[in-house]
Nanobody
Framework: QAQLVESGGGLVQPGGSLRLSCAAS????????MGWYRQAPGKERELVAV???????NYADSVKGRFTVSKDNAENAVYLQMNSLKPEDTAVYYC?????????????WGPGTQVTVSS
């Protein structure tokens, strides 16, 4: 059983910054993708930023230029540096892991951490 633990969420003023961290533990195969999704009230969960085995990244258009995703392979950790935060960034942020072995693939989600951007 693989699991994810997140940290770094909280309340921040518009224009401020937060850094989210996520570490994977447990039974993990080859890691293909790690990253972050978010879900605001009344909205669908959306991709924020993910990073693959080749260190390629994919960002939501709404966060490009403001957010940066990175990872530490040795620690099975992924990070999200969020700058120039806007009220519309307010959401529950979920860490995501795609891993697998023997041709099987598994999705793992963290419990989520609240990010609130407000004055």
């Amino acid at each position: 059983q693989a699991q994810l633990v997140e940290s770094g969420g909280g309340l921040v003023q518009p224009g401020g910054s937060l850094r989210l961290s996520c570490a994977a533990s447990g039974t993990i195969g080859s890691i293909y993708t790690m990253g972050w999704y978010r879900q605001a009230p009344g909205k669908e969960r959306e991709l924020v930023a993910v990073i693959g085995r080749s260190d390629t990244t994919n960002y939501a258009d709404s966060v490009k230029g403001r957010f940066t995703v990175s990872k530490d392979n040795a620690e099975n950790a992924v990070y999200l540096q969020m700058n120039s935060l806007k009220p519309e960034d307010t959401a529950v942020y979920y860490c995501y892991l795609l891993h697998g072995r023997l041709g099987f693939r598994y999705d793992v989600w963290g419990p989520g951490t609240q990010v609130t951007v407000s004055s």
